[in-house]
């Protein structure tokens, strides 16, 4: 399948600001943009397993497109929702528990890249992830 693999982040785009909008302070944000995430996604049919690990945690989660879902960010932000593919293009819908406001996440890979978007309240921003 088109995601599976391991991934290493390379570089960010407006990672900064995203994180400011999504209300994470300033030193979270700090280690954040430097904290080495690395992604292995498992694809079987409908099904993932996909492993986060990172300088400040590691952290499984399996999910099946369509079916909703309780996932805490990094920072402890609480969210619920779920994964769709479309085409070539995962897009997850997630609502924060805290203000139920949206976030919206798609990945895609292209080349050697797998470019993980993030929208939040008009901020977007990007992770680009090299194969490990």
């Known amino acids: 399948m088109t995601f599976n693999g391991n991934w290493k982040v390379d570089?960010?785009?407006?990672?900064?600001?995203?994180?400011?909008?999504?209300?994470?302070n300033m030193v979270k944000r700090k280690l954040a943009a430097h904290d080495n995430l690395k992604i292995t996604i498992e694809q079987n049919g409908d099904?993932?397993?996909?492993?986060e690990s990172s300088n400040f945690r590691t952290v499984e989660i399996d999910f099946t497109l369509g079916?909703?879902?309780?996932?805490?960010?990094a920072d402890g932000t609480e969210l619920s929702?779920?994964?769709k593919l479309e085409g070539d293009v995962l897009t997850g819908t997630f609502n924060?528990?805290?203000?139920?406001?949206?976030?919206?996440?798609?990945r895609i890979v292209q080349g050697d890249e797998?470019?993980?978007?993030?929208?939040?309240?008009?901020?977007?921003?990007?992770?680009?992830?090299k194969r490990a």
């Open 114 to 129: 797998l470019i993980q978007s993030y929208n939040y309240e008009g901020v977007d921003a990007k992770r680009i992830f």
């Open 47 to 51: 099904s993932f397993h996909v492993k």
């Open 81 to 83: 929702g779920s994964w």
């Open 11 to 24: 570089r960010n785009d407006n990672y900064e600001k995203f994180m400011e909008q999504m209300g994470i």
């Open 96 to 106: 924060r528990k805290d203000n139920g406001k949206q976030l919206i996440t798609t």
């Open 67 to 73: 079916v909703t879902f309780d996932y805490s960010l």
